[in-house]
């Protein structure tokens, strides 16, 4: 199943929180189909990014469009059926079943698509997260790794044309990285837009098409992934020593990074 | 699911016996053959007493069920309720102040009116309070200083009362029961507490969205700033309508939800029905106790409900502790 084409343009974006500036000058223009990854250090900006795209901050200046449309005279359903967000350290306040859970993600569609297509689109995501076999158990009896899943079940229950994924990977062991960094490829290959924020370097070169790096609220780097993690651009950015290791017949590349860089 | 499909039918069963008994029992036993005897007696004690007494009890019931059942899934929090966290106080206090100004016989709807509007100031002043992303500490803190506040309000109103007739009425409020309540009291209570219900009813698809916390509703598409003064609204007329009746009846909201979380899950908005048919059976099987009991005169309802309620506070508290530290 392949969605139509839907594009995102950011223009001359700028958010400050008081007087400081958090985000400054951003212009991106996303396609769906793709996975994009916004890495960066810690409070550069990336949340406050995601959260902007995701309609939930209005930026001071600048302007974000939804195929054409501005984002914010969207009216908030509208947008949530169009933009799905999962947030860093997601929340989850009550003992619901997995399933009933995974049916929050249906709640923009409400009064739009029969009980039968919510059902639907719970099962597919389901499916698709290999979670079907919890669908009656509280969340809370999960563990790390099946919760985050579940709760990536949740937002592609919204089946939604852009995915937006705030640190998705954080807290996962390895394994449970490239499961759901495999979710999230395979959403993109269905022809969703997937945006995340991302800390580990070598899992951001493996999954994303597209790299965006932000320093101090401003963009440093956009490009594919080995034009945008350059040792130049990472030593600058991060102040490590870090290469590009590309992998020998045919495996995926892996960065190294040898320490924090040494100032001459 | 499916298995817990019962629930309401059985619930609903459950309240339809409640308050035929409700209406049966008393110090003078009602039976069929009295009924059908058409005597002017029995037929006074069931239009004039038991029936406005079964009716308010199921409409306070139901609606304190469901403000509980409410207020728990906007704050996340299963001890979240209109009474311990001090809006009942509130509510009592605005009623108490009509009484103590002497405006509450201006009119019929004074005093309730009064009660509504110290609801919704407790509702305002609990979310203004506790904020959002309320922890148990900041929600049990700022229910204790909103009970204190009304309480000393109340006390203040007691001391200062201008006779003994308005310190009698006041005394009234502090004490919730469903004695001697006649069909002109239901007619001010029920359209406060419908509209109440309503709006409150009204908030289900915030309320399960919050289950995904503030920003996975906001994501949702849920407008929070609505809901909030939607749910402060509701609870209010709520609460204010009840109290303004029946004066102050606690734990219901606390009780009621966390029972029907092991009948029908714990889905925020799945839970208000559920829990607004079992507040009705809880307050009429309350009422039917207060009845019951042997003595010269009958304990007051509100009482009761706090001899159960307290010690259920304190062992739901007492398994929650672990989460909480």
Redesign the interface.
């Known amino acids: 199943m392949t969605r139509p084409a839907s594009n995102l343009k950011i223009s001359g974006l700028q958010f400050r929180r008081g007087s400081r500036v958090v985000l400054d000058a951003i212009d991106l223009q996303l396609q769906s189909g793709a996975v994009t990854a916004v890495l960066g250090p810690n409070g550069a900006g990336k949340s406050t990014l995601l959260s902007c795209i995701?309609g939930?901050l209005r930026p001071e200046r600048g302007s974000i469009e939804l195929d054409g449309t501005s984002l914010h005279s969207l009216?908030?359903?509208?947008?949530?059926?169009r933009?799905?967000?999962l947030?860093q350290t997601?929340?989850?306040?009550?003992?619901?079943?997995v399933?009933?859970?995974i049916g929050?993600?249906r709640?923009?569609f409400?009064g739009i698509s029969s009980d039968e297509q919510d059902r639907a689109a719970v099962a597919r995501a389901m499916a698709e997260t290999e979670v079907a076999q919890w669908a009656?158990r509280?969340v809370t009896t999960l563990s790390g790794g099946e919760r985050a899943r579940v709760l990536l079940a949740?937002v592609l229950a919204g089946e939604a044309d852009w995915i937006l994924a705030d640190e998705p990977f954080t807290g996962l062991d390895p394994s449970h990285q490239f499961e759901a960094a495999d979710l999230l490829r395979s959403a993109a290959d269905q022809g969703s837009g997937v945006v995340l924020t991302i800390h580990d370097l070598t899992l951001a070169a493996r999954i994303a098409d597209r790299v965006i790096i932000i320093d101090d609220g401003r963009m440093v780097a956009d490009g594919a992934p080995q034009d945008a993690l350059t040792p130049q651009i990472l030593r600058n950015v991060y102040n490590i020593d870090a290469q590009w290791l590309d992998g020998s017949n045919g495996t995926p590349p892996t960065i190294a990074i040898h320490g924090r860089a040494t100032r001459v | 699911?499916t298995s817990r499909r019962w629930a309401i039918p059985a619930l609903l069963a459950l309240v339809v016996v409640l308050a035929i008994l409700s209406v049966a029992v008393g110090r003078v036993t009602l039976t069929w053959d009295m009924w059908k005897a058409q005597d002017a007696i029995s037929r006074a004690i069931l239009i004039e007493l038991r029936l406005p007494r079964a009716i308010l009890g199921v409409l306070v019931g139901a609606s304190l069920g469901l403000a509980g059942a409410a207020m728990q899934g906007y704050l996340?929090n299963a001890l979240a309720e209109p009474g311990t966290l001090g809006v009942s106080a509130m509510s009592a206090l605005g009623a108490v102040l009509s009484i103590f100004f002497n405006i509450a016989g201006l009119h019929p709807w004074v005093l309730p009116i009064c009660g509504v509007i110290g609801g919704m100031t407790g509702m305002a002043a609990l979310f203004v309070l506790s904020g959002m992303a309320a922890s148990v500490l900041t929600l049990v803190l700022s229910g204790i200083i909103l009970s204190a506040l009304a309480i000393a309000g109340i006390s203040l109103a007691l001391s200062l009362s201008p006779s003994p007739w308005a310190a009698g009425e006041i005394v009234r409020w502090m004490l919730g029961g469903l004695t001697d309540r006649s069909f002109d009291e239901l007619t001010i209570a029920a359209p406060l507490i419908v509209i109440g219900c309503v709006a409150v009813l009204g908030c289900r698809?915030p309320l399960?969205?919050?289950?995904?916390?503030?920003?996975?509703a906001?994501?949702?598409?849920?407008?929070l700033n609505r809901a909030q003064w939607q749910l402060a609204f509701g609870i209010g007329l709520i609460v204010g309508g009840s109290t303004a009746v029946t004066g102050v009846i606690g734990f219901v909201g606390l009780i009621v939800p966390h029972l029907m979380r092991s009948l029908v899950?714990?889905?925020?908005g799945a839970l208000l029905v559920p829990s607004a048919i079992g507040g009705a059976a809880l307050v009429l099987a309350g009422d039917i106790v207060v009845r019951l009991l042997p003595g010269g005169s009958e304990l007051e309802l509100g009482v009761v409900m706090s001899l159960i309620g307290a010690p259920f506070f304190f062992l739901l508290l007492h398994s929650m502790r672990r989460k909480l530290t």
């Open positions: 995701a939930l009216a908030a359903m509208q947008r949530a059926r933009i799905a967000f947030p997601p929340e989850i306040a009550w003992a619901v079943d399933q009933t859970l929050l993600g709640i923009p409400q009656d509280p949740r | 699911m996340r698809r399960d969205a919050l289950t995904l916390g503030e920003t996975g906001r994501s949702l598409g849920i407008d899950g714990s889905r925020p």
